[in-house]
C-alpha cells in the first residue's frame, strides 16, 4: 500500500480506481426486492459497515502514501494551512536574486547552471517568469548528448563549462552530495577563499549547493595609481 518513492507512476489507476470504487457502491445503494427488503435493517447494517470500511482504508492509504511522508521526520504537521519549510528551489533562487541585488544590476541575463536534468526543471518553472534569468543545464541528458562539445570526454568538458562559466559571473547549483563531480570540479578549480557558498538544507541534510565566485579584489598597486589621476 505504501508507494513513497514511486507514486507518480499509480497515476494510470486513478481512472480504473475510480470506476471500482462507483460501481462498489453502486451495488451498495441500488434498489433491493420485496423479499430483501424483509431484511431492512441488517441490510442497512451491513451496507454501512462496508462503506465506513471502504473510506477507513482510502484514509489509511492516504495518509500512508502522502501524510506520513512529511510528518515522519516531524518536519511539517498536518494542522497548519501551509508548509513549515519553505520549497527548496524557490530558497535556490531567492538566494541567488539577492545575491544579485546586492552587486547591482547586470547588462545580461543572470546564467544559472543547474547539475543536471532533475535540479534544472524545477528552477526552470519557478524562474520561467523572470526575464533577467536563464537556467541553464549543465548535464545533458542522454538523448542530447551525442554531438555535445566533449561528449567524448564528459568529465573534461564538465570540468571546463563549471570553471568557464564560474568566470563569466554565472551561479552553479549542484546536488548536495559528497560525490558530487560539480563540488569536486569548484574544489580543485578555485581557492576556497574565491568562492561563494551558499547550502539549503531541509533542515537535516544538505540538499543543494550553489556556487558563485566573489568579485575579484582590485589590483592594490592600481588602484592607488587611479586615485593619484
Known amino acids: 500500500m505504501s508507494l513513497y518513492a514511486t507514486n507518480r507512476y499509480g497515476v494510470v489507476f486513478i481512472v480504473p480506481t ?53 510528518t515522519s521526520s516531524k518536519r511539517e504537521s498536518i494542522w497548519t494551512f501551509r508548509t513549515e519549510e519553505r520549497e527548496l528551489f524557490a530558497q535556490t533562487l531567492s538566494l541567488i536574486r539577492s545575491d544579485v541585488a546586492e552587486n547591482g544590476t547586470r547588462a545580461q541575463p543572470t546564467v544559472v547552471l543547474a547539475e543536471n536534468y532533475w535540479v534544472s526543471k524545477p528552477l526552470e518553472y519557478l524562474g520561467s517568469w523572470e526575464h533577467g534569468l536563464r537556467i541553464e543545464q549543465l548535464e545533458p541528458t542522454l538523448n542530447d548528448w551525442s554531438g555535445k562539445p566533449g561528449a567524448e570526454n564528459p568529465g573534461e568538458y564538465l570540468r571546463r563549462e563549471v570553471i568557464e562559466r564560474l568566470r563569466k559571473g554565472a551561479y552553479v547549483c549542484a546536488l548536495g552530495r559528497s560525490e558530487s563531480p560539480v563540488r569536486k570540479v569548484v574544489l580543485d578549480g578555485f581557492p576556497p577563499d574565491r568562492v561563494q557558498t551558499w547550502s539549503v538544507t531541509d533542515k537535516t541534510t544538505v540538499t543543494l549547493v550553489v556556487y558563485h565566485l566573489k568579485p575579484a579584489e582590485p589590483n592594490p598597486v592600481k588602484r592607488i595609481a587611479d586615485l593619484r589621476k
Open 18 to 70: 475510480v470506476f471500482a470504487f462507483a460501481c462498489l457502491f453502486q451495488a451498495l445503494f441500488a434498489e433491493r426486492s420485496e423479499e430483501d427488503r424483509s431484511s431492512k435493517p441488517f441490510f442497512q447494517a451491513t451496507r454501512l459497515a462496508a462503506i465506513v470500511a471502504t473510506l477507513a482504508f482510502l484514509l489509511v492509504a492516504v495518509n500512508i502514501n502522502w501524510f506520513s511522508r512529511f
